[in-house]
């Protein structure tokens, strides 16, 4: 007869469990949220890109439709062709990567280099230099924008690529830094033993070093050329003569001529952004190192 | 005599030092003479035109603090930096709130991590001009999809690019989507944070609201503090949108009223079109001052950002 009160007692039905203290039911409550939030926001942010495909295939007529039709009824693939001779497209793109390759060249040089000299070089006084360096980061470009125009025009540089390359041959603060916390993570020995062996400093660079840090350079190369294919201050000013403009410039005068061919438009602005975007779909394990480099750990 | 010399020796550079020395600055040489022809002589050289009356065409002629004085009467340069200061005291809080609060959510171990974090980062790498045409489009006041989706709960056509009591709005809502990359980088600081930590405070009965307020914020306040400054400035240059946006074919930009006139752009006019280089080196200074002050007051300030030493 008491057994069973006793077991009664001691067990408690599962039915007077309040869900609120069930940790199992809460978190999955989170994480169902989380999902809804998460996939909204992101269906949010594809949607832009998605609208500009949908325009890009409607006709003139189509694409003023109210409502707008959610796809093209009759895909127009040819507009794709049409913008690529309303504008010098193919002439823009070549200029745009031009430019881009030399930045990268220059860029991925000067900056490994710097970066070796400030962090396996141990010299008196190099922290406070790079911090120094560091800081010009903080520096409005519109500070040093006029006087470099007015330097580049007397050089007879306006109306040439040159002043969009040069400076990347002399380093970039925010690379060297990239590539300096990369650099400090190697351990001395090995490059100690290099010299003991007699190895020069640029014999270390070369050989032990560079084979270590390619991953590293691959996004400083990755993150220079989205800033050159991104850039419209720089060519909006130095590139006078239609022949050398950008993609950028080059979209910018299509929306000031054919302002109203939506479809064209957005024709151009897809295929503007195809490189980016399938450099980033070939090589999206560089680009993550990258941001989470940039997430500062020291 | 022996006395003496010991504090001079604690200047002087043993040989393999001075060696180091050479060879640490031959390395860095690119960096030094970058520094010196594209960051510290245009910065001096602004300063002098800022006191000049220049047009490129003829040499600058000294007029003294008169671009400064000028500057002060300029309806349409403060009208231009109070609408950058909008964009900084609203803007960029939103902005990092909201990358923030994604960050969190992504953090909470949901499936698929990969293309979501694929999704909201895409947007930042692809060209600001191509971008901003799909922008404008979405915005277009008649046709835009965004009036048309308002439409359906009842909302009013609203002039995104032609009220100039909504471009701001607009140009904010815009820069959510151009500035999904911070989403990842606060998402690698999440990633980051030891659970151990986050553990012992569990262990500790801290709740969820605990969890993040002393554990999970502090440990990532140096990442937003970082955040916090590069944006500051990016904010205070802010150019390439605003100008894509209302950038018409005569060359006149700023739209409805100089509501989406900045800083950068009022800048960009006086340099580029009108060729009044010592005005526009002024206005360069007064933002070179302004960006130094608030970055100097966030600094000041920093006293929440926590430093954790790994041991």
């Known amino acids: 007869m008491a057994t069973p009160q006793t077991i009664r007692t001691a067990v408690?039905?599962?039915?007077?469990?309040?869900?609120?203290q069930n940790r199992v039911v809460i978190e999955r409550i989170k994480t169902t949220v989380a999902y809804i939030i998460c996939t909204v926001m992101a269906l949010g942010f594809v949607f832009p890109l998605y609208w500009l495909v949908v325009t890009a295939l409607k006709t003139d007529v189509e694409i003023f439709l109210v409502p707008p039709s959610i796809l093209?009824?009759?895909?127009?693939?040819?507009?794709?062709?049409?913008?690529?001779?309303?504008?010098?497209?193919?002439?823009?793109?070549?200029?745009?990567?031009?430019?881009?390759?030399?930045?990268?060249?220059?860029?991925?040089?000067?900056?490994?280099?710097?970066?070796?000299?400030?962090?396996?070089?141990?010299?008196?006084?190099?922290?406070?230099?790079?911090?120094?360096?560091?800081?010009?980061?903080?520096?409005?470009?519109?500070?040093?924008l006029i006087p470099l125009y007015i330097t580049y025009r007397s050089l007879g540089w306006v109306g040439t690529i040159l002043p969009l390359v040069v400076p990347s041959f002399f380093g970039n603060p925010f690379f060297v830094f990239l590539l300096r916390q990369f650099l400090m993570t190697i351990p001395h020995e090995l490059t100690d033993a290099a010299r003991i062996d007699g190895a020069s400093e640029v014999g270390i660079l070369r050989y032990?070093?560079?084979?270590?840090?390619?991953?590293?350079?691959?996004?400083?190369?990755?993150?220079?050329?989205?800033?050159?294919?991104?850039?419209?201050?720089?060519?909006?000013?130095?590139?006078?003569?239609?022949?050398?403009?950008?993609?950028?410039?080059?979209?910018?005068?299509?929306?000031?001529?054919?302002?109203?061919?939506?479809?064209?438009?957005?024709?151009?602005?897809?295929?503007?952004?195809?490189?980016?975007?399938?450099?980033?779909?070939?090589?999206?394990?560089?680009f993550i190192r990258g941001i989470a480099l940039t997430g500062l750990k020291e | 005599m022996a006395t003496i010399s010991i504090p001079k020796r604690r200047f002087q550079l043993t040989r393999t030092q001075r060696r180091a020395l050479v060879t640490g600055l031959i390395?860095?040489?690119?960096?030094?003479?970058?520094?010196?022809?594209?960051?510290?002589?245009?910065?001096?050289?602004?300063?002098?035109?800022?006191?000049?009356?220049?047009d490129i065409l003829r040499p600058p002629r000294w007029i003294g603090l008169q671009n400064y004085e000028r500057l002060l009467d300029d309806r349409v340069f403060k009208l231009a930096l109070g609408n950058t200061l909008i964009m900084v005291i609203v803007g960029l809080p939103v902005h990092l709130l909201f990358d923030l609060g994604m960050a969190f959510l992504l953090n909470s171990k949901i499936r698929g991590l990969a293309i979501y974090r694929t999704i909201f980062y895409i947007p930042s790498i692809t060209p600001v001009v191509a971008s901003a045409i799909v922008w404008m489009w979405l915005f277009n006041g008649q046709y835009g999809i965004l009036n048309v989706i308002l439409?359906?709960?009842?909302?009013?056509?609203?002039?995104?690019?032609?009220?100039?009591?909504?471009?701001?709005?607009?140009?904010?809502?815009?820069?959510?989507?151009?500035?999904?990359?911070?989403?990842?980088?606060?998402?690698?600081?999440?990633?980051?944070?030891?659970?151990?930590?986050?553990?012992?405070?569990?262990?500790?009965?801290?709740?969820?609201?605990?969890?993040?307020?002393?554990?999970?914020l502090p440990m990532i306040s140096p990442i937003i503090f970082y955040t916090i400054i590069i944006n500051i400035i990016g904010y205070f240059q802010y150019f390439t949108e605003g100008w894509v946006l209302t950038a018409t074919r005569e060359g006149a930009a700023g739209g409805p009223a100089n509501s989406a006139l900045?800083?950068?752009?009022y800048l960009y006019q006086n340099a580029f079109q009108q060729f009044k280089m010592g005005y526009a080196s002024a206005q360069a200074w007064i933002l070179f001052v302004i960006v130094l002050i608030a970055t100097v007051i966030v600094f000041r300030t920093s006293g929440w950002v926590y430093y954790h030493a790994e041991e």
Not at chain 2, 262 to 265: E, G, P, R, V
């Open chain 1, 72 to 144: 093209p009824m009759n895909p127009q693939w040819q507009n794709f062709y049409q913008a690529t001779i309303y504008i010098d497209f193919w002439r823009y793109m070549f200029n745009t990567f031009a430019i881009a390759a030399l930045s990268i060249i220059g860029t991925v040089m000067s900056c490994t280099i710097i970066a070796y000299g400030f962090a396996r070089v141990r010299w008196p006084g190099r922290n406070i230099i790079f911090l120094i360096y560091l800081s010009t980061i903080m520096l409005p470009a519109q500070v040093t």
């Open chain 2, 27 to 54: 390395f860095i040489s690119p960096a030094l003479v970058g520094l010196a022809f594209f960051t510290i002589w245009p910065i001096i050289q602004s300063l002098y035109y800022s006191f000049t009356n220049y």
């Open chain 2, 151 to 216: 439409g359906w709960f009842g909302v009013q056509p609203i002039g995104w690019l032609t009220d100039p009591n909504w471009i701001k709005s607009a140009l904010i809502f815009m820069g959510l989507w151009f500035g999904g990359n911070t989403i990842l980088v606060y998402l690698a600081g999440l990633q980051e944070v030891p659970t151990h930590l986050i553990e012992a405070a569990e262990l500790d009965g801290a709740n969820a609201w605990q969890k993040t307020r002393n554990v999970t």
């Open chain 1, 208 to 286: 032990v070093i560079l084979p270590l840090i390619r991953p590293a350079l691959a996004t400083v190369a990755l993150f220079t050329f989205v800033n050159v294919y991104r850039d419209y201050l720089g060519p909006l000013i130095y590139l006078q003569n239609q022949d050398q403009w950008t993609i950028s410039l080059g979209l910018k005068m299509f929306q000031n001529m054919y302002g109203a061919q939506w479809q064209l438009m957005m024709a151009a602005s897809t295929l503007a952004m195809l490189p980016t975007l399938i450099l980033f779909f070939l090589t999206q394990k560089t």
């Open chain 2, 262 to 265: 900045f800083y950068s752009m």
């Open chain 1, 12 to 20: 408690p039905a599962p039915a007077t469990i309040d869900w609120r």
